[in-house]
């Protein structure tokens, strides 16, 4: 039974969840320990007891501990992607790319807290010197999804630990697994009890909990817009500084010029794999419409080629959706879609796999417009709408008609055209003759518009939301 490290011990015993595999349904990943709200009060007051002295540790202590963390992950990326497909169903490749990457953050983030630096400026008074200083901001709150379960924590855990703030973590339920492999190996890395601290169960519980209270000065949230802007408000009454990172319904323009392989390639890798559950997924293509039957034809024929199965399945392409909610999700909104006059040119429905499991045909939804609602809300599975555009005007007027603005993508062999695109895009990120999805580990995520909330995540910018700014005048 995995339980929760709460003050430098593993602690629980009651209220225990199995964590599926939505490949197999007759498999037990593991049983994890939910926490009580008094477990959440013991963690907060464990990290709000530590910080005092951990926001005094030597850059070497911090380099130290992430540096363990990051060395044991990228050791071990075989064993733990395995576990990591078992429990989110994700490609294994995908899922030991996705903990290296993990491993990839920890090691950025101890050389971050060997780099932290500040101004020193001339004072406009005769005498006096100005220091400018990063501080800590106390104890953060991090929530987390169940579409990247380590690499996720990673982003948001490792800065935190690298800017001196201590940590209560809660992953989301159904991935304990990941988040528990993750919890163990920074439990054996020399941090003092309570600086980090894993409290699992249901968000509604221990989420909420540790929102509220006043020792927890920040938070930093990744999930749906509904529950981001719950947090923010009751957060917000408090005065605690937040993040969030919340959907997308990124666009992928394909004009004319562009070479189709490469577009083909960029549609499919960003819409459907990953199965889609990707806040940065292509989930809009808008085509030019010289070319829009020539693509919509070809990548529905390739979408309907991939192989859909078992995570662990060395065949597999398309591993299965995450949970029954998800898989009714997806199917709802193909039916919404054809409602709305979309056509449906390939997959949309369940499947029957070696194993039960919650196997789903990506499926592609073509001369659909941009105000169906299939165009319009995140649905987060193996679903893409393919709009006609007339020219490239209009396809990014398209591309930024939309309340999101994570990420975003053209594919084009024009110069001009991808440079104004670059410009005038409305996202936080954006990608030319690039998926939109998969990103670098050390170089700022986050969107504009509805997808996000607070300062941008990871990279050196990640110190934008882990610090405090402290300005020192001094006279000799
Ligand atoms: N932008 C992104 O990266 C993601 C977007 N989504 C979107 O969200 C939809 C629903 O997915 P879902 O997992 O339910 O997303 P949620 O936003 O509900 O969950 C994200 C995290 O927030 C926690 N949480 C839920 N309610 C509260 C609360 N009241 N207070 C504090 N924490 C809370 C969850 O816990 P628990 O696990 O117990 O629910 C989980 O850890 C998806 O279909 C997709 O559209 C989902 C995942 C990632
Ligand atoms: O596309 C990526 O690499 C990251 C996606 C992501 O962070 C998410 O879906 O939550």
């Given at each position: ?49 530590a ?31 395995e ?32 780099r ?42 490792a ?27 920074i ?6 009890g ?22 927890v ?129 390939c ?95 050390h ?25 405090i ?8």
């Open positions: 039974m995995h339980k929760n490290w709460i003050a430098g011990e593993w602690v629980g015993a009651s209220n225990v969840q199995q964590n599926i595999n939505p490949s197999d349904l007759n498999d037990v990943v593991g049983e994890y320990v939910r926490a009580s709200a008094d477990e959440v009060e013991a963690a907060v007051s464990a990290a709000y007891q910080w005092p002295n951990w926001s005094l540790s030597t850059p070497q202590q911090r380099f130290d501990a992430l540096d363990f963390v990051g060395t044991e992950l990228l050791a071990r990326k075989a064993e733990l992607g576990l990591l497909a078992r429990e989110e169903g994700k490609t294994l490749p995908e899922a030991i790319a996705e903990v290296a990457r993990a491993g990839q953050i920890f090691k950025f983030f101890a050389g971050e807290a060997l932290i630096t500040g101004d020193a400026i001339a004072s406009v008074r005769p005498g006096i010197q100005v220091e400018v200083t990063r501080e800590p901001l106390g104890v953060v709150g991090i929530i987390t999804p169940w579409n990247f379960p380590i690499a996720i924590p990673a982003w948001k855990i800065p935190a630990l690298a800017y001196g703030n201590c940590v209560v973590f809660k992953p989301a339920d159904l991935v304990p697994g990941s988040a528990w492999a993750l919890a163990e190996i439990s054996r890395s020399g941090l003092p309570g600086v980090f601290n894993l409290v699992m169960g249901r968000g509604s519980v221990v989420g909420a909990a540790f929102i509220d209270d006043p020792r000065t920040a938070i930093t949230f990744t999930g749906s817009v509904g529950t981001g802007h719950g947090i923010l408000q009751q957060a917000a009454q408090k005065q605690k500084k937040v993040q969030l990172e919340l959907g997308g319904k990124n666009p992928l323009v394909i004009l004319d010029d562009a070479d189709l392989e490469t577009a083909l390639d960029c549609a499919i890798q960003g819409a459907f794999y990953s199965t889609g559950q990707r806040c940065t997924a292509s989930s809009r293509i808008i085509v030019e419409k010289g070319i829009y039957d020539q693509f919509t034809d070809t990548l529905a024929k390739r979408t309907a080629a991939l192989r859909v199965g078992h995570a662990l399945d060395a065949n597999t392409q398309i591993g299965p959706v995450a949970d029954a909610s998800q898989l009714q999700q997806d199917l709802d909104y193909v039916k919404i879609g054809q409602d709305e006059g979309a056509q449906l040119l997959g949309g429905q369940t499947l029957e796999g070696k194993t039960p499991g919650y196997y789903f045909s990506p499926a592609v939804l073509a001369h659909a417009t941009n105000n169906m609602r299939v165009s319009r809300e995140e649905i987060f599975g193996p679903v893409a709408t393919v709009i006609k555009a007339d020219d490239y005007d209009h396809a990014l007027a398209l591309a930024n008609d939309t309340e999101f603005g994570l990420s975003s993508g053209i594919c084009t062999q024009s110069l001009k055209r991808a440079t104004h695109f670059k410009r005038a895009i409305q996202a936080g990120m954006t990608m030319v003759n690039v998926p939109t999805a998969g990103v670098d580990y170089v700022p995520f986050g969107g504009r518009k509805g997808s996000s909330y607070g300062p941008r995540e990871q990279g050196r910018y990640a110190q934008e939301f882990f610090t700014v402290k300005t020192a005048y001094t006279k000799a």
